[in-house]
């Protein structure tokens, strides 16, 4: 019987690694269309650190400009690229051949990738880069394991490591504690994401921000319209409601004398 024990063992084990086993939980954040200096942040950052690799091509710079307040005159100095018009799309230069030969994978288009991924996921995705020298480029991710993308803002973050250390427990990303004594439960734990001191240009907190304004800005960029959907909303219940009068006025003038 013991063979029939290893072959369902072994069989559950693989079903584990093809599901990819437990997957790393992603931190949840909040989206703001309406904190317009966020978005403007976002942006300046996806212009400085992203657009070199990632397109945004289903977005005209004209409409970002006009969503977000941006004076035309500032979006071209500032955003648009030389050589381009502020009604263009955000198209950029590098072929997608060569880029899927240098990172054995094509930048995707990022308009979309909030809404495909989530926007917990790109948050979590943008703060779990991490060393792991048997990558090509030096790094992998927690939430996207074997990346073909760089670590880009490692400059700001800092140098991430996995280490082993005591740490609370965790169930379904619930912190557990002991029953007793109320304190969290820890136990010595590996693969837990620590940034090198010193080795980063922003502070933890501020790390975290720039993030969260640039997956801010990604999430408004997948869908430009909410915004103002969600105005027109308003306006159409009103109507409704002023139009509900009338109706009700309407049919008791006509019923009147009908009984
Ligand atoms: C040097 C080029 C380069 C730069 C700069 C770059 N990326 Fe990437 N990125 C890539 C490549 C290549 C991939 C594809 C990785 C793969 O499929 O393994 C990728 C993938 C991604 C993905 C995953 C998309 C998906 O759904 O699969 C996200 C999200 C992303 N990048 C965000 C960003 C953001 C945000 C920035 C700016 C802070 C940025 N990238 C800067 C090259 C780059």
Known sequence: MKWVATFVLSMMSSLALAAG????????????????????????????YCMGCHSLEYQRYERTARDLGIDPDVMVEAIVPSGKKIGDLGTIAMPSEGAAAW????????????????PDWVYTYMKTFYVDPSRPLGVNNKVFAKVGMPHVLEPLQGVQRTVCKE??????????????????????????LEVVEGTGQLTEAEYDQLIYDLVNFLEYVGEPSKAQSHDIGIYVLLFLLVFFVFAYLLKREYWKDVH
């Open 21 to 48: 086993g437990p997957s790393y939980p992603l931190e949840s954040i909040e989206t703001d269309y309406n904190d317009t200096a966020s978005l403007q942040r976002g942006m300046a950052t996806y212009k400085h």
């Open 103 to 118: 990172f054995g994978a094509p930048p995707p288009d990022l308009t979309l990738v909030a809404r495909k991924r989530s």
């Open 167 to 192: 740490a609370p427990i965790r169930v379904d990303g619930q912190v557990q504690t002991d029953p007793i004594s109320g304190q969290p439960m820890t136990e010595n734990q590996c693969g837990i």
